[in-house]
Each structure stands twice: as C-alpha cells, then as structure tokens.
C-alpha cells in the first residue's frame, strides 16, 4: 500500500471513530491533555501496527481496545509513580526523625528505631 493511500486510510479512520477513541480515553483518565496524548498514540499505532481489518466494524473494536489498553497502561504507571514517590518520601522523612513507620518494619537497616502507637510495645 503506498503513503498516500495509508494516509488517506487513516486519515478516513480518525474522522470515523476519533471522536470515540477521546470520549473513551477521557473517561478512563479524566484530563484532556492525557486523553488527546492517548488518542494520538493510538492513531500512531494503526498507522505503524495495524493488523489486516476484515471490515469497519473490526477497525473500530481494534481502536477502541487499543485505547482502553493505553489508558489502562497509563494508569497502571502513574499509580506505580505515586506508590513509588510515597514510599520514598516516607524514608526520607524516617531518615530525618530517626524512626521508620511500622509498614517497613521488616526492611530496617541495623540501629533504625520504629514507632509504636501509644501504649504499645
């Protein structure tokens, strides 16, 4: 196939089901920035990815669960970054005290201190 008749393609696909490729991702992510940078990925993947479509219909499932997956991704790291993020500052803050909250109790280095509720110990 050659660039001016995939472009076109593509081009005929995005004006078809653009509109739901965004909808979609805005309710998986909820912002129009990330939504727009999903819509565009999947886009992207149909032009460099796509497999052999026996209809319309197939196209239009293959980019709606193309987007679901990039939104599901997306989510899946940005809730691996916060984890991440929390748990590092919850060491720093450890660090600078001198004592590691009870959820790390069994990664303490040597000579660490962890805090007890009231009453407790």
Same mark, same amino acid.
């Given at each position: 196939?050659?660039?001016?008749?995939?472009?076109?393609?593509? $081009?005929?696909?995005?004006?078809a089901?653009?509109?739901?490729?965004?909808?979609?991702a805005?309710v998986?992510?909820?912002r129009?920035?990330?939504? $727009?940078?999903?819509?565009q990925?999947?886009f992207l993947?149909?032009?460099?990815r796509?497999?052999?479509?026996?209809?319309? $219909?197939?196209?239009?499932?293959?980019?709606?669960?193309?987007?679901?997956?990039l939104?599901?991704?997306q989510?899946?790291?940005?809730?691996?970054?916060?984890?991440?993020?929390?748990?590092?500052?919850?060491?720093?803050?450890?660090?600078?005290?001198?004592?590691?909250?009870?959820?790390?109790?069994a990664?303490?280095?040597?000579?660490?201190?962890i805090?007890?509720?009231?009453?407790?110990?």
């Open positions: 196939m050659n660039q001016t008749n995939k472009a076109r393609q593509i $081009e005929e696909a995005y004006d089901w653009g509109g739901a490729v965004y909808r979609l805005m998986y992510l909820g129009h920035a990330d939504a $727009e940078d999903v819509t990925e999947v993947r149909l032009l460099c796509a497999p052999t479509f026996a209809d319309g $219909e197939h196209r239009r499932r293959w980019l709606l669960q193309v987007t679901a997956n939104c599901r991704d989510l899946r790291a940005a809730w691996e970054e916060d984890v991440a993020f929390a748990e590092d500052r919850a060491y720093t803050l450890c660090t600078l005290i001198g004592t590691v909250p009870l959820f790390c109790e990664e303490l280095p040597e000579g660490w201190q805090l007890y509720p009231i009453g407790q110990k």
